[in-house]
């Protein structure tokens, strides 16, 4: 069975960093776009970040430009967001997903996704 799982969350100040990861299996990892979303209390889970198969397809949203960067380690089967400059509105428990069924230009929609992880908490404080 699929699997994912995400971990590197936490409790942080404004302007502090985070990196956090998810860890894949059961799928053909190295073939699948992946993403990164997110979901605030009382809020729809949002687009933040995805990428292509090879790593050369990134989107962010704009929320996160220029502070977040994903990446990826297909020999790892793993998938990395790298947050700096964290603000109090990134606020938000982080989920990685899965789209097994493309490859290239990922998708910002959370439909598209066939798997999501359990969530990592980020929680930045003022």
């Known amino acids: 069975q699929v699997h994912l799982g995400e971990a590197g969350g936490g409790l942080v100040q404004a302007g502090d960093s985070l990196r956090l990861s998810c860890a894949a299996s059961g799928l053909t990892f190295s073939n699948s776009a992946m993403g990164w979303f997110r979901q605030a209390p009382g809020k729809e889970r949002e687009f933040v970040a995805a990428i292509s198969y090879s790593g050369r397809g990134i989107y962010y949203a704009n929320s996160v430009k220029g502070r977040f960067a994903i990446s990826r380690d297909n020999a790892k089967n793993t998938i990395y967001l790298q947050m700096n400059r964290l603000m109090p509105e990134d606020t938000a428990i982080y989920y990685c997903?899965?789209?097994?069924?493309?490859?290239?230009?990922?998708?910002?929609?959370?439909?598209?996704?066939?798997?999501w992880g359990q969530g990592t908490q980020v929680t930045v404080s003022s």
């Open positions: 997903a899965a789209d097994v069924n493309r490859k290239y230009d990922p998708r910002t929609e959370a439909s598209e996704y066939d798997y």
